[in-house]
Nanobody, 122 residues
Framework: HVQLVESGGGSVQPGGSLRLSCEGSGYPFSRYCMGWFRQIPGKGREWVGTSDTEGMTSVADSVKGRFTISKDNAKNTLYLQMDSLKPEDTATYYC?????????????????WGQGTQVTVS
């Protein structure tokens, strides 16, 4: 069955860094658009960025220049390198996947989701 398992969350001081990982299994990882979303209580799920099947990445303006997305198809793993973290980056971060080469940015388009990992910046 399909699984997305995130890891790497935690607590960090402002200006610090964290790297999140998301390992996918049970589906052809390299043929899916992979994305990161985040959510704080009481708010909707916010798109952070995506990596398409060719490895082209895109990130939200709110994290541009600070967050970097990459993936290793050989390891079926997606990464989110987060630098210069700010308190407003505090959220639960989710990994997600949808079929197809073109990446959507709305959460409704994503078929598979991880369980989420908490990132706290304070």
């Amino acid at each position: 069955h399909v699984q997305l398992v995130e890891s790497g969350g935690g607590s960090v001081q402002p200006g610090g860094s964290l790297r999140l990982s998301c390992e996918g299994s049970g589906y052809p990882f390299s043929r899916y658009c992979m994305g990161w979303f985040r959510q704080i209580p009481g708010k909707g799920r916010e798109w952070v960025g995506t990596s398409d099947t060719e490895g082209m990445t895109s990130v939200a303006d709110s994290v541009k220049g600070r967050f970097t997305i990459s993936k290793d198809n050989a390891k079926n793993t997606l990464y989110l390198q987060m630098d210069s973290l700010k308190p407003e980056d505090t959220a639960t971060y989710y990994c997600a996947a949808h079929w197809g080469a073109y990446c959507h940015t709305d959460h409704a388009s994503f078929q598979f989701w991880g369980q989420g990992t908490q990132v706290t910046v304070s």
